[in-house]
């Protein structure tokens, strides 16, 4: 009987820390290239330069599906980050404001 409970109890061990309980989400329109490759499943450094670039010459990202507009980053790379990804308004430039 303590051998079926010990495997139980590893068994669950194992199941909560394989699980990415402590995943963040990242916001698109302020994180850096770097945040975003680390957060982001199949995106490195250079893709996620490509976010940040692209956000840089067109203003804030509207939604989460309008990354597929970034070179290199597809439909499938969007939809397997979906519930990471956070699209929020960025703090406006002071210059912009005067």
Not at 13 to 25: G, I, K, L, M, R
Not at 28 to 57: C, D, F, H, W
Request: glycine share 6%; charged share 20%; hydrophobic share 45%.
């Amino acid at each position: 009987m303590k051998l079926r409970s010990l495997r139980a109890l590893l068994l669950a061990f194992a199941c909560f820390f394989s699980f990415p309980v402590f995943a963040t989400s990242v916001d698109i329109n302020t994180a850096s290239a770097e945040q975003l490759a680390q957060s982001l499943k199949g995106v490195g450094p250079a893709k996620a330069q490509s976010i940040v670039t692209y956000r840089e010459m067109h203003g804030p990202f509207q939604s989460v599906d309008q990354l597929v507009e970034v070179k290199g980053i597809g439909a499938a790379t969007v939809n397997k980050n979906r519930e990471l990804i956070m699209v929020g308004s960025p703090t406006p430039d002071k210059e912009k404001q005067e």
